[in-house]
Nanobody, 122 residues
Framework: QVQLVESGGGLVQAGGSLRLSCAAS????????MGWFRQAPGKEREFVAT????????YYADSVKGRFTISRDNDKNTVYLQMNSLKPEDTAVYYC???????????????WGQGTQVTVSS
């Protein structure tokens, strides 16, 4: 069992930046992939970015490609999401998750954090 805690969310104006962190505790798997997903009010949870255990493979949703960067520090069991050039449509609750491999499907990830709110104003 892996426990995940997100942090770094907040309120920011369009064009600004935020850096989200997700720290894992408890039972961890060194080869586990980690990812970020988000859910806006009235919308389905959607894929944002995923990274393999080694960091060698990363995947991004088209909507965030070029603006967001996912990275991880396995010594700290932490994954990060650097978000630049934020847009109002990025407003959502952001969740981190772990799974056996880097995929774009939230169904492939078995452990989830509680989420952190990101609000981008115009």
């Amino acid at each position: 069992q892996v426990q995940l805690v997100e942090s770094g969310g907040g309120l920011v104006q369009a064009g600004g930046s935020l850096r989200l962190s997700c720290a894992a505790s408890g039972r961890t798997f060194s080869r586990a992939a980690m990812g970020w997903f988000r859910q806006a009010p009235g919308k389905e949870r959607e894929f944002v970015a995923t990274i393999s255990w080694s960091g060698g493979r990363t995947y991004y949703a088209d909507s965030v490609k070029g603006r967001f960067t996912i990275s991880r520090d396995n010594d700290k069991n932490t994954v990060y999401l650097q978000m630049n050039s934020l847009k109002p449509e990025d407003t959502a609750v952001y969740y981190c998750a772990t799974g056996p491999s880097a995929t774009m499907s939230p169904e492939s990830f078995g452990s989830w954090g509680q989420g952190t709110q990101v609000t981008v104003s115009s």
